[in-house]
């Protein structure tokens, strides 16, 4: 590599290169249709052509690439959840995600710095010892901390003692950390598209046809294509693209908002939430600090930000970093959540044999990028639904065997 | 949406009101409909009517909204006739 940077370097007449390869024309006919080209369907395509040698694949995306919830979320990479479930899967997304450059040959930026959950009642910290114990015996580095450690692990916190919301100690998840939304999205996409696989942009499915329990083709706004196996990740509409297939999903929509600072010299080198709060707070490599992440009190689909959640998010970074009282604000956006009732996703089979779900991601499908990507890609190269994803299902509902993570969430719902 | 009509004390701002979800079209006491009356509820993009609460005059009643515009229709008691 440092060769082939040198040549670069002093070679004449530098053309741009393109990472992923422009939009070519619809075919008639593919072994696997992958409807969503944010980060999980990127990932599902880059493990089916990487892993499982099936290239004639289509990733079908209604706007630009990754311009959805992969662009939107706030970028927590953790797995410290509450059931023995969901934390064996997220804690390998989060060793997913510690090879990940050297695995796509891309950087994705990935700094595991930690994560520190503030406890302002004792209540907090009561749950705090179970979700510990629950990691622990996992195998996820995750402790109850007192609040002197709080105060060494970020100096610059208010503590607010003998205050409404003094902080008592935290949960701190070591293997916590962040990455580059977009490189994540990019780095799949590229290694994807070089072994064959076909990005579709600007392309929106318009109807599923089945006969039987199989789904035959898929229409779009730029012609019909038959569909050997499809997977489905559409994030925020994924109910509605679900119902395409004629397919139910226990899902309804929020949306979730967010809003960057100008940059500021680094003074947060953890990631910081609140649950009490409902703040969120990690500064980025840029210096910019991200806040998060106030969902609407009402369904909705649209990604409009409202006033009253930004005085929300302000008022909570302001009490944890008071000084950060004079700093403005550059960005602030919103994300169509799609969140099930028990705050866990919906991964694997539907009630059609050939079609496949990713949905239900909610507030956390960022740090599952990876891992949703690959056990997905393995449903369709085996037909069959790893056992790590099976408590997922989406017949789980049927059987009221909820998943029930809510009260692992940051973000206030 | 910042305001919100309630039927019986007018345009108020909408932080005085509580969001109680969707009407249901299902019912809990219904072996056939309790799965999805408990877990999947309306959720369309577009006109949905809907159940607030006007909580300084604990008034509850129905609203029909847009779910992608944000518009509300159109307000009404449960007492009264739907028009």
């Known amino acids: ?413 | 949406m910042k305001q919100l009509e309630c039927p019986v004390n007018g345009l108020r701002d909408i932080s005085e009101f509580q969001y109680l979800g969707p009407r249901r079209s299902t019912r809990s006491d219904d072996p056939d409909t309790v799965v999805a009356h408990v877990f999947f509820a309306e959720n369309p993009l577009g006109p949905m009517v809907e159940w607030w609460r006007h909580r300084p005059s604990n008034t509850v009643f129905l609203a029909e909204r847009h779910t992608v515009t944000d518009q509300v229709l159109r307000t009404w008691l449960p007492t009264s006739p739907e028009t």
């Open chain 1, 1 to 413: 590599m440092p060769f082939a940077l040198l040549r670069y370097g002093l070679s004449k007449g530098h053309r741009p290169f393109r990472d992923i390869p422009a939009t070519p024309d619809l075919k008639r006919s593919y072994d696997v249709v992958i409807i969503g080209g944010g980060g999980h369907g990127l990932a599902a395509a880059w493990y089916l052509s990487n892993q499982h040698g099936i290239r004639s694949v289509a990733v079908l995306e209604k706007g630009y690439l990754a311009g959805g919830n992969t662009a939107r979320n706030t970028t927590t990479i953790r797995s410290n959840y509450l059931t023995s479930e969901s934390i064996r899967f997220y804690r390998e997304a989060v060793s997913l995600y510690e090879s990940m450059s050297e695995d796509l040959g891309f950087n994705v930026m990935f700094s595991q710095r930690g994560q520190l959950t503030l406890a302002h009642s004792d209540a907090t910290m009561r749950s705090f010892h179970l979700r510990a114990e629950m990691g622990k015996l996992a195998g996820a580095r995750i402790e109850v901390v007192d609040a002197q450690t709080v105060r060494e692990l970020c100096p610059h916190l208010h503590m607010d003692e003998g205050g409404l919301h003094e902080v008592l100690g935290g949960l701190w998840h070591a293997d916590g950390g962040t990455a580059r939304h977009d490189a994540v999205a990019w780095g799949y996409a590229r290694g994807a598209a070089a072994k064959g696989v076909e990005i579709h942009q600007r392309t929106t499915v318009t109807a599923i046809r089945s006969t039987g329990d199989r789904v035959t083709e898929i229409e779009t706004n730029r012609g019909t294509i038959r569909a050997g196996q499809v997977i489905q990740a559409t994030g925020g509409l994924n109910g509605q693209v679900a119902e395409l297939a004629g397919i139910r999903l226990p899902i309804r929509c929020f949306p979730l908002q967010a809003m960057v600072t100008q940059p500021l010299k680094p003074f947060l080198d953890i990631l910081l939430s609140s649950a009490n709060l409902h703040t969120y707070l990690v500064q980025s490599s840029r210096g910019e600090i991200v806040i998060g992440g106030g969902s609407d009190p009402y369904q909705l689909a649209s990604t409009r930000s409202s006033f009253d959640q930004k005085v929300h998010l302000a008022q909570g970074a302001l009490h944890l970093f008071p000084f950060l009282h004079n700093v403005k604000l550059l960005r602030q956006w919103a994300g169509i959540t799609d969140m099930t009732p028990d705050y866990s996703p919906i991964m694997g089979a539907s009630p059609l044999s050939n079609y496949w779900l990713d949905a239900g991601w909610g507030t956390w499908g960022f740090k599952a990028t990876p891992v949703a990507g690959k056990y997905m890609a393995e449903c369709v190269a085996t037909g069959k639904v790893p056992d790590i994803i099976a408590p997922f299902a989406l017949t789980r509902f049927d059987r009221f065997a909820l998943l029930n993570e809510m009260g692992a969430t940051a973000a206030s719902h």
